[in-house]
């Protein structure tokens, strides 16, 4: 609590008119040294206090923050690498949305290629209209037709394997 100029003349104006003008200086100059008194007790007993309890407990704590100094840089180290792995995470997230996009458009281009390709094809294929007749020749049949009625005999056999073998002479030849 502090006290300001203005407190202090009201304290002096009341002072004055209980105690009197003539034992005022008496009364002022034993508050003075009652004052004296206490700010000198209260200095003694901070020091005491600062030499018996508080400077045994920052020995007691020096060995202790130096046992902790490792891992405190541990700390800083880890928080280092923490902010590194979060910035190469964010880096892949934007690099994955990069590579997402680049594959939509090659997709989109091989689409529009394959949809080109597929419509050259179609064009070539109405100007070039090619039937079956036109392509495969007209051959004459390997066996004579056999009517239901009639029991296949072995000659027929026979003669497909005479045939083949003739074939097989002359392309040795």
Known sequence: MKIGAMELIVIFIVALLVIGPDKLPEYAR???????????ASSDMTQDIRESVIDPLEEA????????????ELQKDVEKNVKGVQKDLNSIGKSKKKVDQQASEAAEDKHAAESATESALDAQDSTNTVTAADTVPEEAPLTEPVSVDEAPSEE???AVTNHEEEANETGNN
């Open 156 to 158: 027929p056999a026979e």
């Open 30 to 40: 034993k508050f003075g040294n009652a004052m004296k008194e206490f700010r000198k």
């Open 61 to 72: 704590q020096r060995p202790l923050r130096e046992a902790m100094e490792p891992f405190e």
